[in-house]
């Protein structure tokens, strides 16, 4: 089936340049953009853990960083006008836009950049890129518009990880703090409902199009589908029910997009715990996966299998990790005999919900084929979170990683899934420090390609983006490569 | 008072056993142990559990209860959401006992007639069913095929705009109340038949009245006891039943709100919420013991004593 991709070109165009208010009175597009989702915000404290919630509403929306990355992926420049990087890759100096003004009209300075940074550097930050970012290490502010930052050794990444630290106002100690300098201001959030974003008059880049645009957040998937049928919410940005695809697919009112997704599926083992110490236990298990059918069961023709952790969309993804280790319960059975764990029975801990239903009883029943009992424990988000993910108290765990460029989480031996491989954390070293892009992305490949190998964890399929949007409705990216929803370009006509 | 402070003790401790804390929930993956550690810190969950119950039952008391997740208020997320759960449950509740008490009396009174022995098969089949199947089904039908009433959200503007508010809760209050009314004309049906076999009715019957009219005179008032009693639960129950529905049509209520809040391990806002409902449990209780008295002077006795007691005090004081 293929899907429509619904971009930014719309009819309106010629006028770009007229003020909303113009705009609405001719009737072309609406008021306000009403976009559903589950994924509601836990806190608006912008540097708290992953925080995606916040990210993909706020981020390029009400909060801009240094550089962000494009519904492509792709690391671009947003408050920096200009990056400049020293021959030895140790210093970077970045000029800001001209005439950029917070929501509350204070200009942006180079001390309120220093201030972001710092605040999520600091020894007290909470944010999960912390330790990305810490190669700072000192930084500069020579003028009100240049920033330079000194670090201890050359990073490619930095432009990437800097995407995530939203900058406000030097010294604002509000957790809080709404104060960014995006297309949108925060009109205000009801925990458990809503959050409203209205527009920034005072924008310094291209002006968003829609003067409102709403989230409208949902616990149950059935819930936020039916508020799609009755015209209650106009876009549900990520569909994670299949079965309910189909009435949207044969009705014209509605627009079904498909695009690319960092959202993996991964099947984890325990690295430390016997008999998962032994690869050979661990690649007899991933084999016995027919991941072709785990994926139809689940999504139908949509998605796609993979074999390692990279994502289609990230430059060292390699299709062919993905017959590593292919579908083959001889070999499996063989390997597991081979190993001495003929016979295994092992619980598999997970986060009860609809899809993980569906994924488990599935590899329950490719395991039962070559002999292996898999016990299923069903716990909640944050029992998942002591057991698996703080105490590593587990066996086996499913959990869905929708992370960008997480592979790297593989060179930490602390992680979770307690893989420690000295060449590939030495990889990822290097990776970091690598003098060229090309460099980066060959050395990341060649970390794919040995967990790919070894697996410490089976990587079962990427769940496809799938959007759904009331016809009227344009101007929405239909992949999701980043955390961040850019809303500037949403339209609904009528 | 005494039960509200061993529910608050049970409440506490019981939840200190479930694994999972808010903090962990907070980062999310990719965050470091020192980090969760010193989150845990700055929410207090490393102080002993003495330490810990005595500061939520001061922040309970004070009202300066915080969500260990968002930083909101207690009582502002409360009274925001009970905007909603409160109107609710009263609607779904209204509903029930318009709908169950005379329908309870009819097929006590008519159980031989096709319609009582309709009414009360349906109840069965009412209690038998899921709550949130019926409301998938009113939504399917009302909402997606017909288009009357919205299939869930509960307008922006609150109750800026009652028309819409009350549309909103329509379908979500039917459903509560399909499930109470299946539960209550069936008490209503037996509280009534065992009036009807008394022998002050035959007496009244056979003094030449008729069965309506000595139900009527005589009947309903000693019916009505064991009613009021059920009525009392059934409006406790009509505030758990939110709990499931308002998940069903994404009401953003207080149901919601003790979901999300036990999904996260938000334990002040769990406790807050649990406490603050046992309380209102226990009142509407309190109001029912009274409610009965008054309807059958002869439950007064075992507490006649103290009243009594109380009573001979003042005079004494006078």
């Not at chain 1, 070293?429 to 967990?451: T, Y």
């Amino acid at each position: 089936m293929s899907a429509a991709l619904v971009l930014g070109a719309c009819s309106n165009a010629s006028n770009d340049d007229a003020s909303p208010n113009e705009e609405t009175s001719t009737g072309q597009i609406a008021d306000e953009v009403i976009v559903g989702s589950t994924n509601e915000p836990t806190t608006l404290e912008r540097n708290v853990g992953g925080s995606s919630g916040i990210s993909e509403a706020l981020t390029r929306n009400v909060f801009e960083g240094l550089t962000s990355i494009n519904d492509e992926g792709k690391v671009e420049n947003t408050l920096a006008e200009t990056i400049e990087v020293s021959e030895d890759g140790l210093t970077y100096t970045f000029t800001l836009q001209r005439d950029v003004l917070f929501h509350d009209g204070t200009p942006l300075t180079s001390a309120d950049v220093a201030w972001s940074v710092n605040e999520a550097i600091g020894p007290n930050s909470l944010s999960a890129r912390a330790s990305d970012l810490r190669v700072i290490q000192e930084i500069e502010t020579p003028d009100d518009r240049t920033v330079v930052m000194h670090l201890d050794h050359a990073s490619a990444s930095l432009p990437f990880f800097l995407a995530s630290v939203t900058i406000v106002k030097d010294g604002d100690k509000e957790n809080n703090s709404e104060n960014g300098t995006g297309p949108y201001v925060l009109d205000e959030w009801v925990q458990g409902d809503h959050l409203t974003m209205v527009l920034n008059d005072d924008y310094w880049g291209e002006p968003a199009k829609t003067p409102v645009i709403t989230f409208q957040f949902f616990t149950d998937e059935t819930a936020l589908n039916n508020a799609l049928q009755t015209g209650a919410v106009d876009l549900v940005i990520h569909q994670e029910s299949p079965d309910q695809l189909a009435t949207f697919e044969s009705n014209p009112d509605f627009v079904v997009t498909e695009g690319d997704s960092i959202k993996k599926w991964v099947w984890t083992f325990n690295n430390k715990e016997e008999p998962f110490t032994d690869e050979r236990v661990r690649q007899a298990l991933y084999k016995a996966i027919d991941r072709e059918a785990l994926l139809t069961a689940v999504w139908g023709e949509y998605g796609e299998v993979i074999g390692s952790m990279p994502p289609v969309s990230e430059p060292w993804f390699d299709a062919s990790f993905a017959d590593i280790h292919a579908y083959d319960p001889e070999e499996a059975k063989a390997l597991l005999e081979e190993a001495g764990a003929s016979g295994l029975t092992t619980d598999i801990t997970y986060v009860a919900g609809g899809t993980e239903e569906i994924i488990v009883q599935q590899l329950r029943a490719n395991l039962a084929d070559i002999g292996v009992t898999l016990n299923l424990v069903p716990v909640d988000d944050s029992a998942w979170y002591e057991d698996v993910y703080t105490n590593k108290d587990y066996e086996t765990t499913l959990m869905n990683h929708n992370n960008p460029r997480d592979v790297l989480w593989y060179a930490n031996p602390d992680f979770y899934w307690q893989y420690d491989n000295a060449q590939v954390q030495e990889l990822a070293v290097q990776a970091d420090s690598a003098a060229s892009e090309e460099e980066q992305v060959e050395l990341i490949h060649s970390l794919s390609d040995i967990i790919a190998h070894e697996a410490p964890s089976a990587w079962l399929f990427m769940a496809p983006q799938i959007r759904i949007a009331d016809a009227s409705v344009s101007g929405f990216s239909a992949s999701k490569n980043a955390e961040p929803f850019y809303v500037g370009n949403l339209v609904k006509e009528g | 008072m005494i039960s509200l402070f061993l529910a608050s003790v049970i409440i506490f401790f019981v939840l200190r056993m479930l694994p999972g804390d808010a903090s962990a929930t907070l980062l999310g993956v990719g965050t470091t142990e020192e980090q969760l550690d010193q989150l845990r810190d700055e929410l207090g969950a490393n102080e002993p559990l003495v330490v810990q119950y005595a500061q939520w039952l001061k922040d309970f008391v004070t009202g300066s209860s915080v969500s260990l997740i968002s930083g909101s208020s207690f009582g502002e997320l409360v009274i925001q959401r009970a905007s909603i759960t409160v109107p609710l449950s009263l609607m779904a509740f209204t509903i029930a006992v318009l709908v169950s008490l005379p329908l309870g009396i009819v097929s006590a009174t008519k159980r031989t007639s096709a319609l009582g022995a309709f009414v009360s098969a349906a109840s069965q089949v009412g209690v038998a069913v899921p709550i949130f199947w019926v409301g998938i089904l009113l939504i399917s039908i009302f909402s997606l095929q017909l288009g009357w009433l919205p299939a869930g959200t509960f307008p922006r503007q609150g109750w800026d705009d009652p028309g819409e508010a009350l549309r909103a809760l329509i379908l979500p209050a039917l459903t509560i109340a399909i499930a109470m009314s299946a539960v209550m004309v069936r008490y209503v049906r037996s509280s009534v038949l065992d009036v009807l076999e008394t022998d002050y009715m035959r007496t009244a019957q056979s003094l030449g009245y008729s069965q309506s009219r000595a139900l009527l005179r005589h009947g309903l008032r000693n019916a009505a006891v064991p009613v009021v009693a059920i009525l009392g639960i059934e409006l406790g129950t009509s505030l758990l039943g939110a709990v499931v529905v308002e998940n069903v049509f994404g009401l953003g209520g207080l149901g919601q709100l003790l979901l999300s809040s036990v999904t996260s391990r938000d334990l002040p806002i769990i406790q807050n919420l649990v406490l603050l409902l046992t309380a209102v449990v226990l009142i509407i209780n309190a109001l029912v013991e009274i409610l009965q008295q008054w309807l059958d002077p002869r439950l007064r006795v075992p507490h006649g004593r103290r009243r009594r007691l109380r009573v001979s005090k003042s005079q004494v004081g006078a």
